[in-house]
């Protein structure tokens, strides 16, 4: 409870300390189209809403050379999952937020949006708790709470008007269920299994795409469960049924053919590179638990029977867990498109498999020192760690410790003061003009 409870302020502290950025602004504007006209559509205020651009020209529009290709030819969006905008749209449906007004203050008009994230975020640690005890007992269960209440990173998801808590969220709810099938196999897991699938579909669908084969690869685990074809055929139906009318009505098909792939961009590759060689501690950490595990397994009769017990006995568990980053990875690598080529999208998409793995390397290494008192070594290892690789949250720098909204409120209150005509048009530079279109509710 103090972990979770730590978590949680860190979150609500991180969400009102600085004003939307582009990416938030466009969220929120999206959720305010869906208050307006029921679903995530591509024009507000009048005007089309732009933040992907340059890609897709637009010769039947008399004024605009590009069109965004966030938006589908039918009207709406495509290039990010609705339920997050619905989570958002609802918070500020139930906290009294209008669209297109200024009767709320600029910090209201910050939080309102971000408090599904922080939700998602309190839940979505209370899940690593399970799954990390799931797959490598107590001590691996607080680690990996102790990665996903404090570590910078997870923090930044947590507190962001945006799809990244969500999808961590059920990212790892679906690693449980696929767990589950693999072991248990019972309906409500399959059931389960398939729900969390069909809402990360919708969501993030790149990330749903690599859980889709995780559990693909892991079919012959569960090959000799009672009534295993049905309960694959009610999976795969009900992903089906969740998805297909959705990728039709919204036209999803035929437009993404025309979005570039990241990795035909020049320098991609070593980009990647470059991510994966910018963590030494982790990759010594994961190369050690996988060597200590072949070892384990091909010579464990000569090997000390303390390193027996700490890494034999969750073979599968390594297997499985190594097997769930490498497909996120290769996934991230083949289908993300360039306009989302960042790191922390590769991060957002790994971060679970790959913190529920350190966790159980880390349970091991603590169990080969104290088995009784591994519960309580294996969170101060991960709390040392994040300490050691400058990933836990520090003090501001005194220079940002300014009013973080002045920006939006010196426009406002110029705006407000102005004599300008009615006929005046308010230009930004992109994407900033997002974060001015929120914040003055006017067209910009």
């Known amino acids: 409870l103090l972990l979770l409870a730590a978590g949680g302020v860190l979150r609500v502290s991180h969400a009102g300390s600085s004003a939307l950025w582009e990416d938030e602004a466009e969220s929120s504007?999206?959720?305010?189209?869906?208050?307006?006209?029921?679903?995530?559509?591509?024009?507000?205020?009048?005007?089309?809403?732009?933040?992907?651009?340059?890609?897709?020209?637009?010769?039947?529009?008399?004024?605009?050379?590009?069109?965004?290709?966030?938006?589908?030819?039918?009207?709406?969006?495509v290039y990010h999952g609705w339920l997050p905008l619905y989570s958002i749209a609802g918070s500020m449906a139930l906290l009294g937020q209008a669209p297109d007004t200024l009767t709320d203050s600029v910090v209201r008009r910050t939080v309102v949006p971000r408090v599904p994230a922080v939700v998602f975020s309190v839940a979505f640690m209370v899940l690593m708790f399970v799954l990390g005890r799931a797959l490598g007992g107590p001590a691996a269960g607080?680690?990996?709470?102790?990665?996903?209440?404090?570590?910078?990173?997870?923090?930044?998801?947590?507190?962001?008007?945006?799809?990244?808590?969500?999808?961590?969220?059920?990212?790892?709810?679906?690693?449980?269920?696929?767990?589950?099938?693999?072991?248990?196999?019972?309906?409500?897991?399959?059931?389960?299994?398939?729900?969390?699938?069909?809402?990360?579909?919708?969501?993030?669908?790149?990330?749903?795409?690599?859980?889709?084969?995780?559990?693909?690869?892991?079919?012959?685990?569960?090959k000799t469960h009672e009534h295993v074809w049905r309960k694959r055929g009610t999976l795969f139906l009900i992903l089906m049924a969740g998805t297909l009318p959705w990728l039709w009505w919204t036209g999803f098909i035929g437009h993404t053919q025309g979005i570039p792939a990241a990795w035909r961009m020049d320098g991609f590759w070593d980009v990647v590179y470059r991510y994966l060689t910018q963590r030494p501690v982790e990759l010594s950490l994961f190369g050690f638990g996988v060597l200590a595990t072949v070892l384990v397994s091909l010579f464990g009769r000569r090997l000390p029977d303390r390193l027996v017990e700490a890494f034999g006995a969750r073979r599968h568990v390594y297997l499985y867990l190594t097997l769930w980053v490498g497909v996120m990875f290769v996934t991230f690598v083949g289908c993300i498109p360039a306009a989302s080529f960042f790191s922390t999208r590769l991060s957002l998409m790994i971060a679970v498999p790959c913190m529920l793995l350190a966790a159980v390397i880390v349970s091991s290494l603590c169990m080969l020192v104290s088995r009784r008192w591994s519960h309580v070594l294996a969170p101060l290892m991960v709390l040392g760690m994040l300490a050691f690789t400058g990933r836990l949250l520090t003090a501001p720098p005194p220079a940002s410790q300014a009013d973080p909204f002045e920006g939006p409120r010196t426009l406002i209150e110029y705006l407000e003061n102005a004599d300008l005509p009615a006929d005046t048009r308010l230009y930004g530079t992109p994407n900033s003009h997002l974060v001015k279109t929120y914040y003055t509710g006017l067209p910009i």
């Not at 559509?41 to 897709?56: A, C, M, R, S, T």
């Not at 990173?153 to 693999?182: D, E, H, P």
Request: charged content about 15%.
């Open 142 to 222: 607080w680690a990996a709470l102790v990665y996903a209440a404090i570590a910078k990173k997870n923090v930044y998801y947590g507190s962001q008007a945006r799809y990244y808590s969500l999808t961590l969220l059920l990212i790892v709810g679906c690693g449980w269920a696929l767990w589950l099938i693999a072991n248990r196999g019972r309906w409500r897991d399959y059931v389960i299994g398939a729900f969390g699938l069909v809402l990360l579909f919708h969501t993030h669908i790149t990330s749903c795409l690599g859980m889709c084969v995780v559990g693909a690869l892991t079919l012959p685990w569960h």
């Open 29 to 77: 504007i999206n959720a305010q189209t869906i208050l307006t006209h029921g679903v995530p559509i591509d024009h507000f205020l009048g005007q089309p809403i732009y933040e992907n651009v340059l890609v897709k020209p637009w010769p039947e529009h008399e004024e605009y050379e590009f069109k965004d290709i966030s938006y589908s030819s039918r009207g709406v969006a």
